[in-house]
């Protein structure tokens, strides 16, 4: 039996009008022969809506605000199934609890540990399409949790590879993935096939189209991915394996795939830490437990005969900022440290492509653009597939846009729609 899972996004069920839309596509796809499960977002700015509503409160409650926030997407598969029934369709919405969607207990940050798959199979095998929320999940003591903000591409993507579905469809406001945000270049080419650890790199650079956990669980469960366009017919982005993606580009294919840039990083730095194996332990150790994702990690400098120290540098989203340097102050006598430097208003613009670091032109062809713009460098890590340094936020849009023209990225027939904002910058939940 094939299954397909297919997502909408917030933007894509933002309108009664846009949900029976989705539902004229869903019709569509399933007249194919596909057995499909239906995931939603929350319609365009209701989570907000619903955030907004607890923060007049002075106590926060991590429990309660999952009870809340959750909410959005109930009201959204309700929507999706009546407007599936308007096509002749039988359709059950399912919450997380009634999946279930197991889940860790790390409210507003949970992870997945499991989705039994039965109950949707049932669903499937009588010809009912089953609707389920994203962005939400449940425990084993049966508390109501949430993902994080684009939580929903994550719940597509390990549904389908619990169900061993043949695809996930994405269906977003956007044409497909493009080369760069439009909103700081002008014609960005859409990228027609992607390798899924080129995707990997993107997402978690900062490209917000899909969210980097989403990513993570296709790469790890091998699930085939497309983002589609809701409201025209373009063909979109399939993003599958690196050999099966290397197959389809010419001999000769352009290094740089794309370039992202995240304007949300925080720049901190300790200075003397005493070199030693066990000096910074503790502090991973406190982030991990505190789920602070470090970025950018960068060790030396500062070592001489007479001070066996050195220095650690890394960034952290503006979002843990308070939390990070609340957590590295208490352990300043355990870690050693004599002074932290905290710079805000970080951008980190990564370069992204397959065997980027073996071609020596890429990094000559970055500094030369920093050089000729007169932009600083705070920092820079290389791998196989990215390329990323750290500039002030002011300079961000500048440096993405010219190096969106030296690496020959700019698709000269493709206009920009005017008045459409197609950037995917805002992750719906």
């Not at 796809?29 to 619903?50: D, F, H, P, W, Y």
């Not at 949300?264 to 030693?276: A, F, K, T, Y």
């Amino acid at each position: 039996m094939t299954y397909l899972v297919v997502k909408f996004g917030g933007t894509s069920v933002g309108s009664i009008e846009h949900i029976k839309a989705a539902a004229s596509r869903i019709a569509g796809l399933k007249s194919q022969g596909n057995k499909i499960v239906v995931v939603v977002s929350a319609m365009a700015g209701e989570t907000n809506r619903l955030a907004d509503l607890t923060k007049v409160f002075k106590t926060k409650n991590p429990k309660a605000y999952d009870t809340v926030v959750s909410t959005g997407e109930q009201v959204t598969t309700g929507l999706m199934v009546m407007a599936l029934q308007e096509q002749d369709i039988t359709a059950q919405s399912l919450q997380g609890w009634q999946v279930p969607l197991m889940t860790s207990s790390d409210f507003s940050k949970a992870r997945f540990e499991g989705i039994p798959v039965q109950n949707l199979k049932t669903l499937l095998d009588q010809d009912i399409i089953p609707v389920i929320p994203g962005f939400q999940g449940v425990t084993k003591e049966g508390e109501i949790t949430t993902l994080g903000r684009g939580g929903s591409d994550v719940t597509a993507v390990v549904l389908a590879a619990a169900l061993e579905a043949k695809a996930c469809h994405l269906y977003k406001d956007v044409p497909g993935i493009l080369t760069s945000d439009p909103a700081l270049v002008e014609n960005p080419k859409i990228l027609d096939h992607l390798g899924i650890e080129e995707m990997f790199e993107m997402s978690s650079q900062g490209a917000k189209v899909i969210h980097p956990r989403a990513i993570e669980a296709a790469l790890v469960h091998q699930v085939n991915l497309k983002v589609l366009p809701t409201f025209d017919e373009g063909q979109g982005t399939t993003i599958a394996s690196d050999t099966e993606s290397l197959c389809t580009k010419p001999l000769e294919s352009q290094t740089i795939t794309g370039i992202v840039c995240n304007t949300g990083e925080v720049r901190i730095c300790l200075q003397n830490i005493p070199i030693s194996p066990g000096a910074t332990i503790c502090l991973f150790d406190a982030f991990a437990k505190a789920n602070i994702s470090l970025d950018m990690i960068l060790q030396g400098g500062g070592v001489t005969s007479d001070s066996p120290t050195q220095n650690l540098t890394f960034t952290v989203p503006e979002s843990d900022q308070k939390e990070t340097i609340s957590l590295t102050k208490s352990l300043q006598k355990t870690v050693g440290f004599t002074h932290m430097d905290v710079h805000p208003r970080i951008a980190k613009v990564s370069l992204v492509g397959a065997g980027l670091r073996g071609h020596a032109n890429v990094a000559h062809i970055l500094h030369k653009t920093l050089a000729d713009l007169g932009i600083s460098l705070y920092g820079m890590t290389t791998t196989e597939l990215k390329m990323s340094v750290l500039v002030s936020n002011e300079y961000a849009t500048q440096l993405v846009s010219a190096l969106h023209d030296n690496f020959n990225l700019t698709n000269p027939q493709q206009k920009r729609k005017e008045g459409k904002d197609a950037t995917g910058s805002t992750l719906s939940a």
